[in-house]
């Protein structure tokens, strides 16, 4: 990483958990991933769910289909574990490059969980197969059960299910994904080779203060939800350690506005469009900016045993205005309206 007074280059980015959903919304929201990113890992939460080889190559067909022209970009593709998935059909697709990992839901756990997983013993064979390949499982980490109050989801997820499996398989290979709290914070930090995170930028920017005080602000609600300040303050711990093992995946989640700003709103935060400076801007203010070339650019590419990438990307000091909204105001981009210290070399 080059650091000048106003000036930062990094490698390129990997982002390593992305929705870049399919259809017209596909084509309009995955530019701001491809224009920042050399790669992303594409979750598999359509309707219906990315289960097999052949829906993958597809899925993934559409993606470069959509691509800019100039964008050098790599969808990696991920299957959707559900109760029935065949442990076959999961190690050919790895053992072929066409599954970059599994990802876990707990049934309604997120948007488009239906298809989840119900018990974690109903994939006992598919994750005995995946420690046996090598294969990474990449977990939405929260118990669904409705007596658990929603902060304690992720808590009571590694106690009840993580812990319990890495015990059982411990040569099976872990991202927790998007993690919130400072028992998910500890958890990573005191862990294996085996184990890595990743972290969002409105989960190390706010805290559900930010989300619920005064006005409700709907395009801060996302699941994980916003927790208080001393996990937000852990996570900023975790990140200015510089361990090697957290990494960038913003989990940008687009919805349209009027299901965003609806009675029963969806949960996702479009993050894509300003991501990149934000996380700068997050490193900067606690002091490790030494650390975010590693935490953008190299763990998760370590974690996943990929090439480090060989472009790089320059963030310049000068304030950017994040617009208020893309495509006449129909998708709401994360920090909307708000002024930031750094912005990507290119838009300038």
């Not at 991933?33 to 190559?57: E, F, Q, W």
């Not at 939800?225 to 711990?237: E, P």
Request: charged letters at 20%; glycine letters at 4%; aromatic letters at 8%.
């Amino acid at each position: 990483m080059i650091v000048k007074q106003k000036q930062i280059t990094i490698r390129s980015p990997d982002d390593c958990h992305v929705h870049l959903r399919d259809g017209y919304i596909l084509k309009r929201v995955l530019p701001y991933t491809s224009k920042v990113n050399s790669r992303a890992i594409v979750m598999p939460n359509l309707i219906p769910p990315i289960t097999s080889i052949k829906t993958a190559i597809a899925y993934r067909k559409r993606i470069l289909a959509a691509l800019p022209t100039k964008h050098n970009f790599i969808p990696l593709m991920t299957c959707y574990l559900t109760d029935s998935i065949d442990p076959n059909e999961i190690e050919h697709g790895y053992r072929e490059g066409i599954f970059i990992a599994a990802k876990f839901y707990p049934v309604h756990s997120t948007t488009n969980s239906s298809f989840g997983v119900t018990k974690i013993t109903r994939i006992q064979k598919v994750l005995e197969r995946m420690q046996k390949i090598g294969m990474p499982i990449l977990v939405h980490g929260e118990i669904t059960e409705p007596h658990i109050d929603i902060f304690d989801r992720e808590a009571r997820f590694i106690e009840i299910i993580l812990e319990p499996l890495r015990k059982q398989l411990p040569g099976l290979k872990v991202v927790m994904e998007h993690i919130t709290t400072k028992e998910a914070a500890q958890y990573v930090a005191s862990g294996n080779k085996l184990l890595g995170a990743t972290i969002t930028p409105q989960h190390l920017m706010f805290n559900r203060n930010h989300m619920l005080v005064n006005k409700l602000n709907p395009h801060l609600y996302c699941l994980p939800i916003l927790k208080r300040n001393i996990h937000q303050n852990a996570l900023h711990k975790l990140i200015a350690s510089g361990h090697c093992r957290v990494f960038l995946g913003t989990d940008t989640a687009p919805h349209l506005r009027f299901f965003k700003e609806a009675s029963y709103g969806c949960a996702g935060v479009f993050n894509s469009p300003s991501a990149l400076p934000a996380y700068a801007t997050i490193f900067e203010e606690i002091n490790s900016l030494e650390y975010f070339e590693r935490f953008c650019s190299e763990n998760g590419a370590k974690f996943y045993n990929l090439p480090l990438n060989k472009t790089t990307i320059t963030l310049v000091r000068k304030p950017w205005k994040v617009p208020n909204g893309i495509y006449n105001n129909t998708l709401i981009p994360f920090l909307a309206g708000k002024v930031l210290n750094w912005r990507i070399k290119s838009n300038v």
